[in-house]
C-alpha cells in the first residue's frame, strides 16, 4: 500500500512539469487573397534574396556606397541594436532563473576600550580589543512545477524576436529614406543644370531682342518679355540651391555624418537612378510577410500571451513551491588584553 502510494506520488510530480498555467499563443489567423485584385504590369515574383539588398538593381555605385555608410553610422540603428542586446540579456536571465540560486556572505567588525576611559569611570575590561568575524552560505530552489519561469522564457523569447523585427523595420525605413534623398538629390541636380543651361539661352535671348530693338527691326515690348523670361528663370537658382543642399543635409543626417563630409562624393554628376526590370510582388500574403511591423506586431502578442501565466496571482490561490538551505557559522570573538601593570600580552577567547 504504501509502494503504491510513493509511485502515485512521483508520477504526479513527473507530471506536473507538463503544466502551465496560462493558455497557449496560437498565431492569429487572417484571411488573405490568393492574388491581387489588379494585374500589375511588368511585375516579376519576388524573390527575398534580392528584396534584401534591393537599392542593388539600380545599379548606382554611390547609392550602395550611401547604404554601407548609413549602416555604420546611424543612431537610430545603433539604438535598435541596442534593444536587441537588450532583450537577449533579459532572456538569458529568464533562463537562469529555472536554476538553484546561491548566495555567500561574510562580514568582520572590532571594536575597543579606551584605557583612559575605563580608569577614569572605574570599569572593567581597561584597554580590550573585540574581533567579530562570521560568514553564511544560502541556496535556494524555487520549483517551476506551474509554468511561471517557463512562461517568463517563452515572453522573453517572443519579446527578443521582436526587438530583431524592429531592427529590420528601421533597417528598412532607413534604405528607404536614404534612396529616396538621394534620388531627389540626382533630380535637383539636374533641374539645376537645366535651369543653368535654360538661363544661358534666356541671355541670349535678351541681348538679341535688345540688338534688335536698337536696330529699329522689333518693339521695346520684345525686349522687356525676353528680360521677364530671363529674371523669372535666374530666380529659380537660389530655391533650387538651397533644396540641393537641404537634401545633402538629410544625407549626412541619416548617416551620422557632418554636412559637408558628403560633398566630394555627391558633387560629381551623375544621372538619376533608374530601376532594372520588372517590380518584385509575389502574392498578397509574401508581402504582408516580409513586412517587420507586422511581424513585431505578432511577436509583440505572442509575448504579452505568455505574460498571462507570468502575472501574480492572489494570494490565497497562487502557485508556489521552493526549497531553500542556509548555513550559517556563528559569529567568532577574540579578546586581546594588555595589562597595566606587567606590560605583558594575554589573550583569551
Known amino acids: 500500500m504504501l ?12 507530471l506536473l512539469p507538463g503544466c502551465m498555467v496560462g493558455p497557449d499563443y496560437r498565431p492569429p489567423q487572417t484571411d488573405l487573397p490568393a492574388a491581387w485584385s489588379q ?10 534574396a534580392d528584396i534584401s539588398s534591393w537599392w542593388r538593381t539600380f545599379n548606382d555605385p554611390v547609392l550602395s556606397e550611401l547604404i554601407e555608410k548609413a549602416q555604420l553610422g546611424n543612431r537610430e540603428l545603433r539604438q535598435a541594436e541596442g534593444r536587441v542586446r537588450e532583450a537577449r540579456a533579459r532572456r538569458q536571465l ?12 561574510a562580514s568582520a567588525s572590532k571594536s575597543g576600550s579606551s584605557k583612559e ?27 517551476d512545477l506551474f509554468g511561471k519561469q517557463r512562461r517568463a522564457i517563452e515572453s522573453a523569447d517572443a519579446s527578443e524576436q521582436a ?18 534623398n538621394y534620388v531627389d538629390l540626382r533630380s535637383l541636380q539636374k533641374r539645376l543644370r537645366i535651369t543653368e543651361a535654360n538661363l544661358a539661352a534666356q541671355s541670349e535671348t535678351y541681348d538679341i531682342a535688345r540688338w ?27 530655391n533650387l540651391g538651397s533644396s540641393l543642399a537641404q537634401a545633402k543635409h538629410n544625407l549626412a543626417l541619416l548617416l551620422g555624418l ?21 517590380i518584385a ?29 507570468v502575472a501574480p496571482w492572489p494570494l490565497p490561490f497562487r502557485p508556489r513551491s521552493a526549497l531553500s538551505s542556509a548555513t550559517c557559522r556563528p559569529a567568532r570573538r577574540r579578546a586581546w588584553t594588555r595589562s597595566r601593570r606587567c606590560g605583558m600580552n594575554s589573550r583569551s577567547g
Open 39 to 48: 494585374s500589375l504590369t511588368g511585375a516579376a515574383a519576388a524573390d527575398t
Open 281 to 309: 510582388t509575389g502574392i498578397p500574403a509574401d508581402v504582408l510577410r516580409q513586412r517587420p511591423d507586422v511581424r513585431r506586431a505578432e511577436r509583440q502578442l505572442a509575448a504579452q500571451t505568455a505574460q498571462i501565466g
Open 258 to 278: 557632418q554636412p559637408a563630409a558628403l560633398d566630394a562624393l555627391l558633387d560629381q554628376t551623375a544621372p538619376i537612378p533608374a530601376a532594372i526590370g520588372g
Open 163 to 180: 526587438a530583431r523585427e524592429d531592427l529590420r523595420d528601421v533597417l528598412v525605413s532607413l534604405y528607404a529614406e536614404a534612396a529616396l
Open 117 to 143: 576611559a575605563g580608569f577614569r569611570a572605574g570599569a572593567t575590561g581597561i584597554g580590550m580589543t573585540y574581533e567579530m568575524y562570521s560568514y553564511s552560505l544560502g541556496a535556494s530552489w524555487e520549483l
Open 94 to 105: 529568464a533562463q537562469a532563473n529555472l536554476w538553484p540560486t546561491s548566495s555567500l556572505g
Open 3 to 14: 509502494k503504491s502510494g510513493k509511485t502515485a506520488l512521483w508520477l504526479s510530480l513527473s
Open 212 to 238: 534688335r530693338q536698337m536696330a529699329g527691326l522689333t518693339t521695346q515690348l520684345d525686349v522687356d518679355q525676353a528680360k521677364l523670361a530671363m529674371e523669372n528663370t535666374r530666380a529659380e537658382l537660389p
